[in-house]
């Protein structure tokens, strides 16, 4: 790949060349490291088709971002990627214990974003019946689930709660309404505490799936039965584990940020693809027996760590200790914010409505042992807010859990 590049690609032939490299000197994993990496800003100034490795004619479908924090970020794809990335993705699926007897519901978008198409190609690869209902439209979705007999949907996990909350507001009773045995879920972290809310909800085993557009969509790696961990595809991709702060390649099993590196991506490879999701491999071989490395799931990004009063805190630990208190019902929104010269942190969490018609006293006793919680947990305070059920915003896509209001950090990240 590194000489496919160097021939074709403009880009990483002036990535080797500013390194003082010919594609000859890479002959190992070790000499990889050479390299320098390759980050969202590298698409962003090449768009949109400063990356293409292969004459125009030869690319058959695009993919890009929504630009909302910048340029847009293009993927191109030749028929040759697309027939790797279907299997790629008909592995996923097989992983997670689809079959072709299965009939598989994608609540993705089908435009730009590359989630839909990733699903669809590979159900189809798989001879899994698929029903590409896109997203939103909440009470339809349930509705082709009972008329058509769905045995597995995917989504965001946070639209799954949201799907599951309208169930119930329409009298839906999965388990006993609906066929549905099995889910696959990704685009945003989350955490088991999720997983069972989901799974309680609809009677299923739920999945999680990762990737991301600049390596191909989803379909990069998965969970396995086991749920311990998600199988990476080392046949297909070299992963290093970095320090996020020095670019220092880390040892198996110490987390840092993931680098991906396609093995086999023709109108678009990348060598050394900075994901700034953070993780780490898993050293032990799974019970599942399949021959694949794995990684623990997502802690988060790198970017989106937030540094309170001098400690860091990824979103998805806050939502780890907030969601074992028995009134956590899913939704929950942090606010960081200044107050004079010190942060403040704010966290919303919606409870049921009969915590707001009973006893005041319960209402507190559940706001301050979650604000306790948090103390124990962090070493920092923060204030919990607890609202109503069903008042905060709900989205078909990537749930929005940080508003970050602090001057220059004010990024609203996501």
């Not at 329409?170 to 989350?190: A, C, I, M, Y």
């Not at 860091?312 to 200790?321: D, W």
């Not at 923060?382 to 929005?400: C, F, I, N, T, Y």
Request: charged residues 30%; proline residues 4%; hydrophobic residues 35%.
């Amino acid at each position: 790949m590194v000489k496919y590049g160097e021939k074709n690609s403009p880009w990483i032939k002036r990535q080797l060349k500013e390194a003082g490299l010919r594609a000859d000197d890479i002959r190992s994993r070790e000499d990889l490291s050479k390299i320098p990496f390759t980050t969202k800003d590298t698409l962003r100034e090449n768009y949109p088709f400063g990356l293409l490795a292969c004459p125009l004619d030869k690319v058959v479908r695009f993919h890009a971002s929504s630009g909302t924090t910048g340029k847009s970020t293009v993927v191109y794809y030749t028929k040759d990627d697309i027939d790797i990335w279907s299997g790629l993705m008909a592995r996923v699926l097989k992983t997670t214990g689809l079959t072709n007897k299965d009939i598989m519901q994608i609540i993705y978008n089908y435009g730009f974003f590359t989630g839909g198409f990733g699903f669809h190609y590979g159900a189809e690869k798989l001879g899994v019946s698929v029903i590409p209902s896109g997203s939103g439209n909440t009470k339809k979705q349930l509705e082709i689930m009972r008329d058509f007999n769905t045995t597995s949907f995917t989504s965001t996990p946070s639209y799954a709660l949201h799907l599951a909350e309208v169930a119930q507001e329409e009298g839906v009773d999965p388990e006993r309404d609906l066929k549905l045995r099995q889910g696959v879920f990704g685009g945003e972290p989350w955490t088991d505490s999720l997983r069972k809310q989901i799974e309680g909800a609809f009677g299923i085993d739920a999945y999680d799936n990762y990737g991301l557009s600049e390596m191909c969509g989803p379909g990069l790696a998965c969970e396995c039965e086991e749920k311990d961990g998600l199988h990476f595809w080392d046949d297909y991709f070299i992963l290093e584990v970095i320090d996020p702060d020095t670019g220092e390649v880390l040892e198996d099993g110490e987390r840092g940020e993931l680098v991906f590196t396609p093995l086999w991506k023709e109108a678009m490879p990348l060598l050394r693809y900075r994901t700034r999701d953070i993780s780490r491999i898993i050293t032990d071989e799974c019970e599942c027996g399949l021959p694949f490395g794995r990684i623990e799931r997502i802690t988060g990004r790198s970017d989106d760590m937030l540094i309170i009063k001098g400690v860091n805190i990824f979103p998805s630990q806050i939502e780890e200790v907030i969601s074992k208190h028995p009134a956590f019902q899913g939704h929950y929104q942090i606010l960081v914010e200044k107050r004079g010269y010190m942060d403040a942190l704010t966290i919303n969490m919606e409870v049921t409505n009969n915590l707001f018609s009973g006893n005041l006293r319960d209402l507190l006793r559940v706001q301050k042992e979650l604000e306790e919680s948090i103390r124990s947990t962090f070493f920092i305070s923060a204030d919990v807010k607890l609202v109503e059920e069903g008042s905060m915003p709900r989205s078909v896509g990537k749930a929005q859990r940080v508003i970050d209001l602090r001057g220059d950090n004010n990024d609203n990240r996501s």
